[in-house]
Each structure stands twice: as C-alpha cells, then as structure tokens.
C-alpha cells in the first residue's frame, strides 16, 4: 500500500485538489445564478434592461444623413473661344443640400470625340483650370466633383461650346 500511494499519491491528491476547485466554481451560488460562469453571466445581463440613450441619437443621425440629397453642381457657360484663356472655376457653383457652397473638382476634361487634354499639350497648364486654353473650336466635355461634409459625392458631365467666331 505504501509503494501504491508513493506511486498514485501525488496524482490523487491533484484529482481531489481539481475536484475541490471545479465543486467550488459550479456549485458557488451567486444572486440566484448557480455556478461561476452563470453567476458572471447573470451579473453581466443584468444592466441590459436599461435603455441607452446614445443609441438612438446615434441611429437618427445615421438615417438623417443616409437621407440628405447630394450636392448640386451648376455650370454657367459663357462665350468661349479657342485659344483665349478662360477660369472654368469661376463658372462652376455647387452647394450642398442646405444651400453651403462646395468647392468644386474639375477631374477630367476631353474632347467630343474621347481625347484627353492634358498637360502634354499645353491646354491646361500645371493642372489648373482657372487659365484653361481650348485648342479649336468645338464640343468638349468637362466632368466635375463635389462632396458636401457628409461625404455625399456628385459628379457631373457638361458639354461646353467653344466658337471659332
């Protein structure tokens, strides 16, 4: 019996030590939860009965920006002829659904026919509109872009006539 307990002993005094330990953590008895984890969960339920408050301000300003209208963009074309320089900026507005104004992107201008002006051709110099020089007369194309503080984009195609008058 000794040599049995010399060889067992340590294994069984941890079967009774574990034993000991998971009888205390299941069987504890806490606000009428049984068990350590029913009692952590019962304590951890209890607070979600009350209503939070932030969650529906939180949800009224997410559906009041999901129904703001997106930006308007206008363009005011004046007379406008080859080879003299013309502020495009100057004739864009755009203003976001409560009336602000928004600065407006020229991100592409091309020809009727698909060609791109670019830097490479001189027409638009250092990528600035405000001095833009239309090369002949015709139809071009300017596409825009513009975001209000809610991050609602716009973008907008014109057709713009240049005369050879």
């Known amino acids: 019996m000794t040599a049995l307990m010399k060889q067992y002993g340590k294994t069984v005094i941890f079967a009774l030590a574990a034993a000991a ?3 205390i953590a299941f069987g504890i008895r806490i606000n009428g939860h049984t068990g350590f984890i029913g ?8 607070d979600l009965d009350r209503s939070d408050v932030r969650i529906s301000e939180d949800t009224d300003a997410v559906k009041a920006a999901a129904a703001r209208k997106c930006p308007v963009i206008l363009f005011r074309c004046e007379t406008i002829l080859p080879k003299v320089p013309v502020n495009l900026e100057e004739m864009l507005m755009a203003a976001d659904a409560d009336g602000n104004r928004l600065h ?3 991100t592409d201008m091309k020809t009727e026919d698909g060609k791109i002006l670019s830097d490479q051709t001189g027409e638009c110099p250092d990528g600035l509109f405000s001095r833009f020089v239309f090369p002949s007369a015709g139809i071009y194309i300017m596409e825009v872009t513009a975001s209000d503080r809610e991050c609602k984009t716009v973008k907008a195609r014109f057709r713009i006539p240049v005369t050879g008058i």
């Not at 009692?39 to 209890?46: D, I, L, V």
């Open 21 to 23: 330990v998971l009888g």
């Open 39 to 46: 009692a952590a969960y019962g304590r951890a339920m209890e």
């Open 104 to 106: 407006a992107v020229i």
